[in-house]
């Protein structure tokens, strides 16, 4: 309180909103842009009025709902459908902007004979996925704020030396490496489609192709 009104300092900010203290900060900086509430000085440290943060949360949520695309409700919630289908559910053009809350839990997981991987989900399932969106995510992040590069997203996961020991068991047996992505994600308990990208990141560790 102060002065008889309640104010939030930046980690305060953060904590009312949800947002990152990079997010914040990334706001305050481009104010102008997005709107932010000017701070003021008390006591040696930055400001925010709760009732101004609160004003600029809600319409900076009502502009990002407003950015999502137009979702078609039409078919029967039951029905199969497979992600070129659920993109257009979603109103993308492509099933390459299928969000990973998709890609990462299918309703129905199938190994084709090429060992390709097709994920199908229930329609109920891609309007659930649609009406918990609230638009596209700022990062926060400014330049020469991220640091140093991973050199894959897999760099210090544990489960990559597992994805190594399967390959390299494979190929000492000279067995086909089809149908390793459903065998490791069996292995750690985790989908398909994550213990491809491991598979992708153990084949790139050690300079051979993944067929």
């Known amino acids: 309180m102060i002065g008889g009104r309640k104010a939030l300092d930046r980690a305060g900010v953060a904590a009312h909103t949800g947002a990152a203290y990079s997010t914040v900060n990334h706001w305050h900086r481009h104010r102008a842009r997005f709107g932010f509430p000017e701070s003021f000085r008390h006591n040696g440290r930055d400001w925010f009025w709760l009732d101004d943060i ?4 809600a319409a900076h949520q009502a502009a990002k709902r407003a950015e999502l695309t137009k979702v078609d409700r039409r078919g029967n919630p039951e029905d199969l459908i497979g992600s070129g289908a659920a993109a257009k559910v979603l109103g993308y053009g492509s099933y390459r902007n299928l969000p990973d809350t998709l890609l990462d839990h299918p309703d129905h997981v199938e190994e084709l004979s090429d060992g390709r991987i097709r994920r ?4 109920r399932t891609v309007w659930a996925v649609a009406d918990a969106r609230t638009g596209r995510q700022s990062t926060g992040r400014t330049p020469g704020t991220t640091g140093a590069r ?3 997203p897999y760099a210090d996961d544990p ?3 597992a994805a190594i020991a399967l390959l390299t068991e494979v190929d000492a047996t000279g067995r086909d490496r089809r149908g390793l992505g459903v065998t490791l994600a069996e292995q750690l308990g985790i989908t398909p489609r994550a213990a491809q990208r491991l598979l992708a990141a153990a084949s ?3 300079d051979a192709p993944l067929r």
């Open 54 to 57: 609160e004003a600029f949360h």
């Open 159 to 161: 489960r990559l030396q």
């Open 150 to 152: 991973k050199p894959h």
């Open 204 to 206: 790139n560790a050690s």
């Open 120 to 123: 199908r989900w229930y329609r």
